[in-house]
């Protein structure tokens, strides 16, 4: 099964690496198991730590440097802007990718918006206003705050409408949650890598009635496999418990609005316990890394999922709405 994977930060890992002088890092440790995996395409975020006193305007532009010259480098994938050119990457049998922003905090302090532009222009497509962080745009989920968007941060939804970008609300808290879906007003929008809070209480899920304001949206919802959305109890967070949080989404809010954002870290150093074999920190057991999705969508058939059922899953939903939205 084609597989589009709505949330990664391979940029991360480009990034990191790259800054300690490899080359061709998506060759070197990503590309096979994305291939084993059948991801046909992905959005890679810009993000920036804002847990620590990382200097936001650096690292954003340590990533854009980094990303630069790895696109220059590389022949494995092809950086899309539209749907046209996603098409033709498809067709193509080219792995695509659409740079996403995961965390404003470096453009939140700018009230000309000129920084989002900044994003932009580097290519991205998509936005997510704040990670886990207050910021000038809003607050992040587990920031504490009961506060919604910021009036700066209605404008930067505005600014993304007018440009087309795709409004990302993982990440954000319930208050800012609802402002993006007024400020959207019917328009399509997405949580790309948020799972369901009514089978684990995280509060990086969303509630069923959150779900249904993404499907009165025209949205759609990204499945994420980090452990800690999938289940309260890490002994319990497994492939099977992520094919409950897909069937309740479909259960709530229907089969159109129901996609992938697995949010891998396999990469990450320090995720990958040693003593235990194979076992990954931070990733639900049986869906550690890109490779392992086609034990997923098996699940799901075992179950009863016809193919053009998957289909939409694995990648119908994202795509129809990039169709829409970026055009
Ligand atoms: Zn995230």
Redesign the pocket.
Known sequence: MRCFDA?S?IWTDVTDKRMRGETNVFHNHHFENIRRGGVEGSVF?V?VDTSGDEDTARRTHDIFRCVKDEIAETKDFRIVKTYGEMQKAVEEGVFYVFIGV?GMAYASSDPTLARLDEYYDFGARHG?LT?NEKNGFGHGAVSGSTEGLSALGKRAVLRMIDKRMIVDT??LNEAGFWDIARIMDGRPFIAS?SNCRALCDHL?NLTDDQLRAVRDANGCVGL?T?YEFVDPDPAKADIHRLADHCEHMIDVIGIDHVGCGF?FCDYIEGMYDRDSGNFYMGAAAGLEDPSKIPSFFDILRERGMREDELAKIAYGNFHRIIKEVIG
Do not use: A, K, L, Y
């Open positions: 949330h930060d975020v993000w995961e997510i990670w993982s990440h890598h990086r994420n980090w949010d």
